[in-house]
């Protein structure tokens, strides 16, 4: 009884594994069974993809938004309450683009048969001295933020690390802690307002605001608030869950597969194989 526990304690009766660092088997080594290998490499590339698919995660802010439309109410009613055109205060043309161009004294020069300062301020005059005009104005307005409300404003790309392929597409968590995916374009206000743009093909839809069109573009060019804020910690955690979340990959091998060829000095990844195999067909035996 006692030799017996001997040998049960040293695993007397398990097969040896008989391979070495630096030998070279004359007649190569096949597996004798069917068998997996963890891929720890291709594991690890698989894992950093999935983690750099991951969007960035951005906050989002839409009260600043909510704002916007009760501003440019006020201003269009000081407009309005004025008895000419030339009465209008100069701070309220200068954040409507009704100026002289900046630091020239001179009127900017109308391009492509479009009207010059001047004339936009005493066509917005004009539309807003009718009530009902100025009452419309305000209700499209509301109707037209409201993408913008949703999805938000990027002004700045001033992310530490930033990789630019990181910024193809993102994912907007809003207040009700909703993610919400959106691509760059489809928050950056300049593109936004631009004729392809989600803002800027909409137009058509609001008669009242198409007919002082440039002077409300330059006006939310001044006026729109950066309402996204990149939250880093949010965004590491998804990718860490990306990549804990991708299975190990594995390499499978058949038995009578050549694990070593004949005549090659066995190495360490090769070394690992062997063992690979040999612990597989212990486990069989057991």
Not at 148 to 164: D, K
Not at 228 to 246: F, H, I, M, W
Not at 255 to 263: E, S, T
Not at 279 to 285: I, K, N
Request: net charge neutral; glycine share 6%.
């Amino acid at each position: 009884m006692a030799l017996v526990g001997m040998l049960v304690s040293v695993h007397a009766t398990r097969m040896p594994f008989g391979y070495r660092l630096g030998q070279q088997p004359t007649h190569g080594i096949a597996s004798r069974l069917d068998f997996d290998r963890p891929n720890l490499v291709a594991t690890q590339r698989a894992r950093d993809d999935a983690a750099a698919k991951v969007a960035l995660i951005f906050r989002h802010d839409p009260t600043p938004l909510e704002k916007l439309p009760d501003r440019l109410s006020g201003m269009l009613k000081q407009i309005a309450g004025v008895k000419q055109p030339d009465q209008i205060p100069a701070e309220l043309l200068t954040s409507l683009g009704l100026t002289d161009a900046a630091g020239t004294g001179k009127r900017t020069a109308p391009r492509n048969g479009a009207a010059t300062a001047k004339q936009r301020r005493d066509q917005l005059y004009q539309v807003l001295r009718d009530p009902t005009h100025l009452a419309e104005i305000e209700k499209e307005f509301r109707e037209f933020l409201k993408p913008l409300q949703r999805t938000g404003v990027l002004l700045s790309l001033s992310i530490p690390n930033l990789n630019p392929s990181d910024l193809g597409t993102l994912r907007i968590r809003n207040p009700n802690g909703r993610l919400t995916v959106a691509l760059l374009s489809e928050v950056q206000l300049a593109q936004l307002l631009a004729n392809e743009g989600m803002l800027g093909e909409t137009w058509s839809r609001y008669p009242a605001l198409d007919d002082i069109r440039p002077t409300l573009e330059a006006w939310l060019t001044a006026q729109v608030p950066e309402t996204l804020t990149y939250d880093d910690q949010a965004t590491q955690d998804a990718r860490e869950l990306a990549r804990s979340s991708t299975a190990e990959i594995k390499n499978a091998y058949k038995k009578g597969n050549p694990l070593v060829m004949p005549g090659v000095v066995i190495d360490q990844d090769q070394l690992g194989l062997l063992q690979a195999e040999y612990q597989a067909f212990v486990s069989e035996l057991t």
